[in-house]
């Protein structure tokens, strides 16, 4: 059996930055709330011309040339994102046509909302430990900010979310103490009315083509939360799932180097190291800046831990995520 290991990263935010100071001005919120509710200072909102794909090319490109690799000595693409640019086909199939391939290869969109690196990483690393590729592209691009409602209403979300992209390169390893050990994930569907985007739905595509949005209709068309239950869940299954799959390869809490956890709100990444006995700081986290963009937070996190020097080769890594589905997952790397 092969091994696989995370090779390079690479990420891609909008230029334009929306700091609560700006949301104050849209709706009845405040700096202090939402610093406080959320440690959010700012976050990424697209402009023109930046979507799903665009951010999915460049955040792969810089993963890419960070790896030294061509599109051509990629194998596969395993690609998520909450909505995107078209109902069909996925982005996945974009993202291959746009990086410059001269051959065809599998490209496969996934839709697991906030633990998507996860389980993404969980088939990269598959697919590579069975021999079938060498080298796998894993994306999230993550645009929240064209579907908030930005109202006052709209408020105990809107504030939470922004949009980037974050990309990894998957290759299989021959080092000791360079690979990915393993990857919990789990689902609990009876939750998915609890975090969730309705519309526009499968079951009513034919009205939207005249669609007048009276008030009820309109609410749909926003995600909606409910964010207490959303937080007890969090901060109960993240944890379960680092244990599981530490008991599963024999880490230690205590040898864990590094933590990057999904970023939904500091209060929750705190309560779980605080539970776990892991410090504050074996960790890292960047919601203070980019807010919570969905698939793209762990990418997104880890590359700026990399950055910063917080991270380096050899280090075990652990990632955790917790998202709608409920959906949820832990994977340890030895990075
Ligand atoms: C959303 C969240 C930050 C709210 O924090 P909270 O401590 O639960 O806050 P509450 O829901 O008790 O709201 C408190 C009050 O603030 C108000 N409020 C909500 N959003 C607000 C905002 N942006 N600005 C100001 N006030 C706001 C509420 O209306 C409520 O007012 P009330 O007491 O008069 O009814 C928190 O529940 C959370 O982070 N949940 C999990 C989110 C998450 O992880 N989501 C993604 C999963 S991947």
């Given at each position: 059996m092969y091994k696989s290991r995370l090779r390079s990263t690479g990420i891609c935010v909008p230029k334009k930055v929306v700091t609560n100071q700006d949301l104050e001005k849209l709706m009845d919120t405040s700096d202090e709330w939402i610093q406080q509710r959320s440690g959010i200072k700012e976050r990424r909102w697209i402009g023109e011309g930046e979507t799903t794909l665009s951010m999915a090319v460049e955040a792969s490109k810089q993963a890419m040339q960070n790896a030294e690799v061509q599109a051509d000595d990629i194998d596969a693409i395993v690609f998520g994102c909450l909505v995107s640019d078209y109902i069909f086909p996925g982005?996945?199939?974009?993202?291959?046509?746009?990086?410059?391939?001269?051959k065809t290869v599998p490209a496969l969109d996934i839709r697991n909302q906030c633990s998507g690196f996860l389980y993404g990483l969980s088939v990269a690393d598959a697919w590579i430990r069975a021999g079938f590729y060498?080298?796998?592209?894993?994306?999230?691009?993550?645009?929240?900010?064209?579907s908030l409602d930005k109202s006052t209403r709209g408020r105990d979300i809107?504030?939470?979310?922004?949009?980037?992209?974050?990309?990894?390169?998957?290759?299989?390893?021959?080092k000791d103490d360079q690979y990915i050990l393993g990857t919990a994930i789990h689902s609990e569907g009876q939750y998915a009315e609890k975090l969730t985007l309705p519309k526009p739905?499968?079951?009513?595509?034919?009205?939207?083509?005249?669609?007048?949005?009276?008030?009820?209709?309109?609410?749909?068309?926003?995600?909606?939360?409910?964010?207490?239950?959303?937080?007890k869940n969090a901060v109960r299954r993240m944890p379960e799932a680092l244990k599981e799959v530490c008991d599963q390869?024999?880490?230690?809490?205590?040898?864990?180097?590094?933590?990057?956890?999904?970023?939904?709100?500091?209060?929750?990444?705190?309560?779980?190291?605080?539970?776990?006995?892991?410090?504050?700081?074996?960790?890292?986290?960047?919601?203070?800046?980019y807010g919570n963009t969905t698939m793209a937070s762990i990418p997104l996190t880890l590359h700026d831990?990399?950055?910063?020097?917080?991270?380096?080769?050899?280090?075990?890594?652990?990632?955790?995520?917790?998202?709608?589905?409920?959906?949820?997952?832990a994977s340890l790397v030895k990075f």
């Open positions: 982005t996945g199939c974009l993202l291959q046509r746009e990086l410059g391939f001269s060498k080298r796998v592209l894993l994306v999230g691009s993550e645009i929240h900010s064209t809107s504030v939470l979310f922004g949009d980037g992209a974050g990309a990894v390169i998957v290759e299989r390893s021959d739905s499968s079951n009513d595509l034919d009205k939207y083509g005249a669609l007048i949005r009276g008030e009820d209709e309109a609410r749909n068309f926003y995600p909606f939360m409910d964010g207490k239950f959303v937080f390869h024999s880490i230690a809490l205590e040898n864990i180097d590094c933590v990057i956890p999904h970023q939904a709100n500091i209060r929750i990444n705190q309560m779980i190291l605080e539970g776990l006995g892991i410090p504050l700081e074996k960790s890292h986290h960047t919601i203070h800046k831990a990399i950055q910063a020097g917080k991270v380096k080769e050899g280090d075990t890594l652990a990632l955790i995520a917790f998202g709608a589905g409920f959906t949820w997952g």
